[in-house]
């Protein structure tokens, strides 16, 4: 077996690192259960990982990852669900407390399926799975003189509302965040400097976080 020699060093820099100084850890969670508190629905985008954004150890969040961290709505058909299964798991068994819905700016994902060019118009699975995306976009005002970074970052985080408005359509998230067991998150991540926006649903405003 012959892996990349990337992966071959960053296992080797694992196992003499994080897991030689975090070993008792690992022991407890791999003959025990995951118990995390937080889920994260974010972006496969490989600049964007969220245990590394948020510095986070093992067992710490439940993350499930696709493209353009999307939530679909609650559609129980019978059909093949990856990221409802997963909701589905970490709300009713996992038990997690925050659900947060995390996007990036730059996502290609979106920039793709809003784009004039319709390059995932003959893809076999990405098209379907961004076309809501369109209709997010057309809801977003795009002014002529605005830049056109400017106008996919007010896509990214429309898609983000859409998504936490999603989440609100499954029975048991809805019932749980009415009980006040569960909150929903939504935030934004400028790979470029850093920063992370989270967006305030009270006051309708995306606000930059501060440490």
Known sequence: M???ARLME???NFRQGRYASEAERYMTLGEGAQKPSVMMIACCDSRAAPETIFDSGPGEIFVVRNVANLVPPYTPD???HATSAALEFAVLSLGVKHLVVMGHGRCGGIRAAVGDAGPLSHTDFIGSWMRAIKDVARSVSHHHDEDETIHE???ERASIEHSMANLRT???IRMKENRKELTIHGIWFDISLGELHAYDEGNVIWQLVSV
């Open 170 to 172: 499954f029975p048991w």
């Open 2 to 4: 012959s892996l990349p």
């Open 153 to 155: 970052r007010h896509i």
């Open 78 to 80: 019978g059909g093949h």
């Open 10 to 12: 960053g296992y080797a």
